[in-house]
């Protein structure tokens, strides 16, 4: 059985980007994890990526949730920086 960290090892994003994917899509980080790999196939994934960190950041933003916002912006700059939104 693999675990947690046997997952993020394959996958190319960091922890807190797969946990903004589960976040954003209500699914467990082993799910998440395996469709980070779909989506960076692909440069409309990598643009949906990009989305659902910045729609995540929103949500916790309307709740007040300052301390996540925090966290969601650090996770969008390093995805800014190791996968950028092509064609920007």
């Known amino acids: 059985m693999l675990s947690m960290q046997d997952l ?14 589960a ?7 082993a799910v998440a994890a395996e469709m980070s790999e779909v989506l960076l196939c692909s440069p ?4 949906q990526l990009h989305a659902m ?3 995540n950041m929103q949500h916790a933003l309307d709740a007040g949730h300052y301390e996540r916002v925090r966290q969601l912006a650090q996770t969008y700059q390093h995805l800014q920086r190791r996968h950028p939104i092509p064609g920007a």
Request: proline share 4%; glycine share 8%.
């Open 44 to 47: 409309e994934g990598v643009c």
């Open 8 to 21: 993020l090892d394959y996958c190319d994003l960091e922890h807190g980007e797969i946990e903004a994917i």
């Open 53 to 55: 960190i910045i729609e």
């Open 23 to 29: 976040e954003h899509e209500h699914i467990p980080m």
